[in-house]
């Protein structure tokens, strides 16, 4: 691989490289550590084709969530069942993993630039802006670069667009999935709220049990299934369908909904 030789989005391979090993080097005591992550079904990842591949997952911090699924991804390519030990697997990372975030968001300090440059498609939120709400057209060129994305590799997308559990499934995601037919892979994240702050940089309490689980590819007909039905399919596989509500116990629901007004207050 040339020094100079750059992924679809101008980014120089090489650099990108040592900023993937650098900056899993400096985060895995967060995941195996100050905390332990639970890690269940990543020998799903190994059977993935190449490109085209959308994982889709439930929200809960800016950055952690997927600092430690590029964790997870490089350790079971390298041979790591369910486990993150030895970070030798960081030495030579996948590079056509992304993930789609929020320009702002990733524009907002030195660190999401370096963030961004490791793997972010950056996109503009149609629903809100510096933290107001709005409604503006989505811009081609947003999709046209998720679409390139996938061409090249793997992307993470959080379709809730929002660290708040419970809220909808944005109908963007099922428009992408219908345009571009990827195989769609579910995770199910938790405790990385109770972990960290909200953007996933600053380590709130440790000893806290993390988790991400995997789970088979979602069977779609890309065709004839409408947004709304591939909407419902994918709440319901990353576990924020309005149902899973009711299983939930009430003073868990209390402590969430303080917590989330805590944080508002707080940034």
Not at 42 to 57: A, C, D, G, R
Not at 168 to 194: C, E, M, Q, S, Y
Not at 202 to 219: A, D, H, M, T, Y
């Amino acid at each position: 691989m040339g020094l100079l030789k750059k992924n679809p989005f101008g980014h120089i391979l090489f650099l990108k490289r040592w900023l993937i090993r650098i900056l899993g080097a400096l985060t895995h005591r967060r995941f195996k550590g100050f905390n332990t992550l639970e890690i269940d079904g990543s020998e799903i990842l190994k059977n993935l084709p190449e490109t085209n591949v959308l994982f889709v997952s439930n929200h809960q911090t800016y950055f952690a969530d997927v600092v430690a699924m590029f964790h997870v991804f490089n350790a079971s390519l390298s041979g790591r069942e369910d486990s993150i030990k030895n970070i030798g697997y960081l030495w030579n990372p996948k590079l056509n993993i992304y993930f789609v975030a929020a320009k702002e968001t990733m524009q907002s300090g030195l660190l999401p630039k370096i963030l961004a440059y490791a793997g972010s498609v950056s996109i503009e939120r149609t629903w809100r802006a510096e933290g107001q709400e709005v409604n503006r057209q989505v811009k081609m060129s947003d999709v046209s670069n998720i679409k390139m994305a996938l061409d090249d590799g793997w992307v993470i997308t959080f379709p809730q667009g929002t660290t708040r559990p419970w809220k909808p499934i944005r109908r963007g995601t099922a428009h992408i999935i219908k345009k571009n037919k990827p195989l769609v892979v579910p995770i199910v994240i938790d405790g990385f709220r109770r972990s960290f702050d909200r953007k996933g940089i600053r380590i709130k309490k440790r000893g806290i049990l993390q988790s991400i689980e995997i789970k088979e590819p979602l069977k779609i007909d890309y065709e004839n299934e409408t947004v709304q039905q591939i909407v419902e399919k994918l709440e319901y596989a990353i576990e924020q369908h309005p149902s899973f509500l009711k299983v939930i116990p009430q003073d868990e629901l209390t402590k969430e909904e303080e917590m989330n007004k805590e944080r508002e207050w707080r940034y």
